[in-house]
């Protein structure tokens, strides 16, 4: 059964900083990988969609990778902003499965 | 705009009064899926639905019921809540449901006394 983690579990950073956060997932037979921002009251907002023949996709101050084979993903986030303050969710798409396998998130608090 | 809408946001119910949580979609997407949301467990499937009239179970589907009689709805229906259905849950849709990227709705927060 596929395992999606996250590390790490809470991040605190001040304004302006680059940071990593990253997510491994125990099976590499995937159809994709999926990084959401999720606010209090907000849902889940769709940030970011890897297929597994890729290696990365970029938007905006926004970069994320796939390593399939090695089962581990990063988010990059540059120049962070007070306003990135969120969980950071990532999610695989198996195949023959036609759910989503979430990891338990990145709670970011980008400080002013 | 593009959006799956949830209805309630919020809801209190008692123990075994059926209710229902109304999902809806604007985006012509074959696949509509439900989530639940709880701590230290994540978020897991419920149901989900790959075109009219096709369902099927997720990882959680115990105590819930769901329809697909139009493309842009997918119910989520509990016939007789308890309280451990107490939790954050989640509408999503996609246009295929395997490789493409999937839109939430704001979520429905439900608890059962």
């Known amino acids: 059964k596929q395992e999606v983690t996250q590390i790490p579990a809470a991040l605190s950073v001040p304004e302006g900083e680059n940071l990593v956060l990253n997510c491994s997932f125990t099976d590499s037979a995937i159809y994709n990988l999926q990084w959401f921002r999720q606010d209090p009251g907000k849902g889940l907002t769709s940030l970011l969609l890897?297929?597994?023949?890729?290696r990365e996709q970029t938007s905006g101050r926004l970069n994320a990778s796939l390593d399939k084979s090695s089962g581990r993903s990063t988010l990059y986030i540059a120049a962070s902003q007070p306003g990135d303050s969120a969980t950071y969710l990532c999610?695989?798409?198996?195949?023959?499965?036609?759910?989503?396998?979430f990891g338990s998130g990145t709670r970011l608090q980008v400080q002013p | 705009e593009a959006q799956v809408t949830q209805n309630p946001r919020y809801l209190i119910t008692v123990t075994g009064k059926k209710l229902t949580v109304t999902c809806s979609q604007n985006m012509n997407h074959e696949y509509m899926s439900w989530y639940r949301q709880d701590p230290g467990l994540g978020l897991r499937q419920i149901y989900y639905?790959?075109?009219?009239?096709?369902?099927d179970k997720g990882d959680v589907p115990e105590g819930y019921k769901v329809s697909r009689k139009e493309k842009r709805n997918f119910p989520l229906i509990l016939e007789s809540p308890s309280p451990n259905q107490t939790s954050l849950y989640f509408c999503a849709s996609s246009p295929d449901g395997w490789n493409t990227e999937a839109f939430f709705g704001q979520g429905t927060r439900l608890t059962v006394v």
């Open positions: 639905s790959m075109n009219v009239e096709v369902t």
């Open positions: 999610a695989v798409m198996d195949t023959g499965r036609r759910a989503l396998t």
């Open positions: 890897i297929q597994s023949s890729q």
